[in-house]
């Protein structure tokens, strides 16, 4: 498997295509953000080695045996993404905030997201998201907050995620709400589906 060119979003090469243009601007957006110092629960079980991590290896991930409603962190190029199940209800509310939000088809292009994500749901598969856990203003780390109109949030939440450092907030498809600092939607990584269950981040290849 070969190893991803590391570049500047603004010295991609010539003759790189349009999906490979965004896998590496995704992963040079976060990179500088994944020096933060931050805990990241990590899956062991598909850890690759040090060496393959530095190299930008792409990370395999069951989602088999997941919840809805649940949430798991991997860690791929040194930055935690998140694979969220999301539940109907879930999928129910992303439809209700499409007006709250700043960019609710994923049209900036500060962090490009695939062809494959802009949709609705931000997904290959609208039951999973699949998003780099940092947000995008200064490189915190949002909390899953999937609770309905908690006390802090105040009574139009709907649940997603929030960053109590700056007071940014995202839906469950991980675009940004509008008057917040975030200036743009959680970038959405690289991937693809080994199988109905198995995902392989930081590869997109050819399948659906």
Not at 96 to 116: C, I, L, N
Not at 137 to 153: F, N, Q, V
Not at 172 to 177: I, K, P
Request: aromatic share 8%; hydrophobic share 40%; proline share 11%.
């Amino acid at each position: 498997m070969s190893t991803p060119t590391s570049v500047s979003a603004g010295e991609l090469p010539a003759g790189v295509d349009k999906e490979r243009r965004n896998a590496i601007a995704v992963a040079a957006a976060v990179g500088g953000a994944g020096a933060v110092a931050m805990a990241v629960p990590f899956v062991a079980s598909f850890a690759p080695s040090e060496r393959a991590k530095a190299a930008g290896a792409p990370v395999e991930f069951d989602v088999g045996g997941m919840a809805p409603g649940e949430m798991k962190t991997v860690e791929w190029r040194g930055v935690p993404v998140w694979v969220l199940r999301r539940t109907p209800e879930m999928l129910q509310s992303i439809k209700k905030v499409d007006g709250e939000v700043a960019d609710p088809k994923s049209q900036r292009t500060q962090y490009p997201t695939p062809e494959y994500a802009q949709n609705e749901f931000r997904s290959r598969k609208p039951e999973y998201l699949i998003a780099v856990g940092i947000c995008t203003h200064l490189g915190c780390s949002p909390t899953y907050r999937p609770e309905i109109a908690p006390a802090d949030l105040g009574p139009d939440w709907l649940g997603g995620f929030f960053c109590p450092c700056h007071q940014s907030k995202f839906d469950l498809a991980g675009r940004v709400y509008s008057g917040v600092p975030a200036p743009t939607n959680l970038p959405v990584p690289p991937h693809r589906y080994l199988t109905d269950s198995r995902i392989i981040i930081g590869d997109s290849g050819k399948a659906a």
